[in-house]
T-cell receptor
Framework: SQQGEEDPQALSIQEGENATMNCSYK?????LQWYRQNSGRGLVHLIL?????REKHSGRLRVTLDTSKKSSSLLITASRAADTASYFC???????????FGEGTQLTVNP | ETGVTQTPRHLVMGMTNKKSLKCEQH?????MYWYKQSAKKPLELMFV???????ENNSVPSRFSPECPNSSHLFLHLHTLQPEDSALYLC???????????????FGEGSRLTVL
């Protein structure tokens, strides 16, 4: 079964609005990461949150992790058209980087 | 520019062809990976190499053959592929080992493969 599942599958918002994407997983993790992918390009690492952390910030990004609910959220504040991309969560169970990716959320930010 | 370069970016091949995908990283990493990304499916890990040794093969068909001559280069040799193998093939690298492992992967831009 899939480890990371993003919700919603697609999200369309207006520039300036906030975008929230959620990720749920099934087993215990060591860390959870969020990646971004522009259409037809490679994935770019955005932020990593460890299992003993609850919240992390990076610029306009805010990630939360609730290990009791096995879920994470990615908030992009004051969105821009350039934020249009697919966003993936990925979980790691421990040593090494054997990440398991979800199917992603397609975010469209309309100018 | 992520420090991971994949060539070719696009490849069209027939089912009887033999081709290779190449990946090169300039980040000083010791682990390299091949992932397959198909439409509407999660990324699938295919192969993992740590310090040039293959440490993971996720039940990938033998028509895909990886090669890792050194820690900076990774190849994926393709032969007698099927149309369902059409996908974006992504190479990634990372530090290997507990002491340097942040868990972060650095991806190349991918090779878009179409099998006719």
């Amino acid at each position: 079964s899939q480890q990371g599942e993003e919700d919603p599958q697609a999200l369309s918002i207006q520039e300036g609005e906030n975008a929230t994407m959620n990720c749920s997983y099934k087993t215990s993790i060591n860390n959870l990461q969020w990646y971004r992918q522009n259409s037809g390009r490679g994935l770019v690492h955005l932020i990593l949150i460890r299992s003993n952390e609850r919240e992390k910030h990076s610029g306009r990004l805010r990630v939360t992790l609730d290990t009791s609910k096995k879920s994470s959220s990615l908030l992009i504040t004051a969105s821009r058209a350039a934020d249009t991309a697919s966003y993936f969560c990925a979980t790691s169970k421990g040593s090494g980087s054997r990440l398991t990716f979800g199917e992603g959320t397609q975010l469209t930010v309309n100018p | 520019e992520t420090g991971v370069t994949q060539t070719p970016r696009h490849l069209v091949m027939g089912m009887t062809n033999k081709k290779s995908l190449k990946c090169e990283q300039h980040l000083g990493h010791n682990a390299m990976y091949w992932y397959k990304q198909s439409a509407k499916k999660p990324l699938e890990l295919m192969f993992v190499y740590n310090f040039k040794e293959q440490t993971e093969n996720n039940s990938v068909p033998s028509r895909f053959s990886p090669e890792c001559p050194n820690s900076s280069h990774l190849f994926l040799h393709l032969h007698t592929l099927q149309p369902e193998d059409s996908a974006l093939y992504l190479c990634a690298s990372s530090h290997a080992g507990w002491e340097r492992n942040t868990g972060e992967l650095f991806f190349g831009e991918g090779s878009r493969l179409t099998v006719l």
